[in-house]
């Protein structure tokens, strides 16, 4: 007879407005057959590992969202990015004990389409939780959104916003490997003195103590902005639109700043986009993933010789997810956050 | 000994603010010497007959511009597009009585250096007005935004702003040509008949008249906009953004509406440039010139054929020229707004 196991989930409560809140979500203590039911051949059961907590989720938890992401539902777990280990797979691709990444939920087993797995772990020599980050969907969207989207040349000018976070610390740390000048803007001088110090920015400022970004990026960039790696929207776009170069390029990462306003910011600058004959673009991570194995070969190694740094704030135990996950919106996080639901 | 002649000019009197006004700019009348002075193999004496009134000019009349496309000063004639006819020339590529166009400046006769010339006039079967618009700059405009910028396919949406201008009425005929379903604004009652009954659009409004541009669009677009060509930022532009496709592409070739602003106005809907994996794009034209043979290969059997309505409004004299440049920002023109300084 199949077992029966505890299966603690993270429950969103309601739809959110405004910043995401403790009260935005539940820990409830529920029960799984640890058992794909017959007939379910197209469903994988997994044992959650690792799960990624990233700005785009805030999106998915708005009502009616536009965003064509998919949406997440109250009352049901949350739904994200996580690695996990196959309990149970009727696809001849994965095994039992398999080791997986890709959409999961946020709960302790998951029965989910085998679709949802993305890709399988091959690799084991570096940490699992890095396929929450580095070597999961953000390292991918650093990587597809610098150099696929950016189009970067060597000595070109690249400034990152939310240059710590899961996706900032590795663009900034491809735009140096690439030969390019890079600045980074981040929320605490915990952070800026990361970039500086761990990650290799030639030059990070603070931006919550700057009083004028316009001021600032004129600084650090008297020749101006090449490729602008936008994380963030708002008042950083708003005075990098003032300091782009002819034929500059904004990948649009994401814009996290705006997510929790129930009136986004008003942006000014957007003529300069004519001005200086910008090229700003929107993209999505999922777009790219044919081109992981190449990605994966440009990046292990770097792993694996020390080349490329790589920072994590990891919170213990799936109760402490909805933190985890609020603390994105208000930069509590240093680097990638992720949440330890099991080690193994 | 060598004939002066009088030169009437239009002078910027000084940098503008706000919406441009008769008094920002001054009718004098000066004196030339219709000659080429000794040493000056590089200038080529210009007699101008048809001067274009464009919108980005009021970009070139404020004080310390950003944008990189040179400026008026205040003392001086305005610059800008015109069709001339050679007086004097040492080049060889251009000789006496050759029509042209190019950059010239607002007065009768002009001394300027001769790379000023973008194009010798080969075909005079058609109104020589036309290499102001359809077959000059705004025409190449049309063709590069459209076509390079927008890469449309057959059957998808089209929007275009400001529709029924220079640029915008060839914009939307090259759609229709090029199987798309297409959409235009415009500010007037006559202008949106135009462009149903003339331009070909498949619907037409007023935005002036619509209190909801985004319910207005949604109306038009029931499945979104693959291409939204911009000629005018701000609102519409913000309306726009929640109505793009996924993969669809802004062209932006201006934005009239903030061009007279103290503080532009802000344009809050920028994320979905994410959700929707939007690339929107500044061009110039000056970097599309090398297309300019083919484009007369698409464009003048367009005309001669019948197969293309082109719309101009003709102000006589160069005393009317202000008036008429100063029009376009109130929406005083219908079509292609040229100033006749000489019809021959």
């Known amino acids: 007879m199949a077992q029966v196991s505890r299966n603690k989930q993270v429950i969103l409560t309601d739809y959110v407005t405004g910043f995401p809140k403790q009260s935005d979500m539940n820990i409830v203590d529920s029960t799984i057959t640890l058992k794909i039911p017959e007939g379910s051949n197209d469903l994988v059961l997994l044992k959650n590992l690792y799960l990624s907590c ?9 009502k009616d969202t ?7 539902t109250p009352g049901s777990p949350l739904t994200g990015f996580g690695v996990s280990k196959v309990v149970e797979s ?33 690799h084991t020599d570096v940490p699992l939780s890095y396929y929450t980050g580095i070597l999961g969907m953000p390292g991918m969207t650093a990587y597809a959104g610098f150099f696929e989207v950016g189009s970067p040349k060597k000595g070109e000018n690249v400034f990152v916003s939310a240059a710590s976070g899961a996706v900032g610390q ?47 990026l004129k600084k650090y960039f008297p020749e101006g902005i090449d490729i602008y790696f936008e994380n963030v929207g708002g008042k ?4 990098v639109l003032l300091n782009m170069r002819v034929h500059g390029r904004i990948p649009v990462c994401g814009m996290i700043s705006q997510y929790n306003l129930d009136q986004p910011e008003g942006v000014t600058n957007l003529a300069h986009i004519i001005y200086k004959r910008v090229r700003v673009e929107g993209f999505a991570v999922f777009e790219y993933y044919h081109l992981y194995t190449k990605f994966l070969e440009f990046v292990l190694p770097l792993i694996r010789e020390g080349k490329i740094a790589y920072v994590e704030d990891v919170a213990e135990g799936l109760e402490n997810g909805p933190a985890a996950l609020i603390g994105l919106f208000t930069g509590q996080n240093v680097g990638k956050q992720v949440v330890v639901v099991a080690h193994d």
């Open 54 to 62: 990233d700005p785009y989720l805030r999106i998915l938890m708005t």
């Open 66 to 72: 536009t965003a064509e992401l998919g949406a997440l």
């Open 90 to 122: 009727r696809d001849p691709d994965y095994k039992k004990d398999d080791l997986v990444w890709g959409m999961t939920k946020w709960e302790e087993y998951s029965l989910i389409p085998t679709a949802q797995i993305l890709f399988k772990i091959e």
């Open 170 to 216: 590795l663009v900034g740390q491809f735009a140096k490997l690439h030969g390019c000048y890079v600045v980074g803007s981040a929320g605490t001088k915990e952070k800026v003195d990361l970039l500086k110090n761990k990650f290799g920015y030639d030059e990070a400022f603070n931006y919550k103590e700057e009083p004028d970004l316009n001021a600032v």
């Open 236 to 239: 950083t776009l708003d005075a």
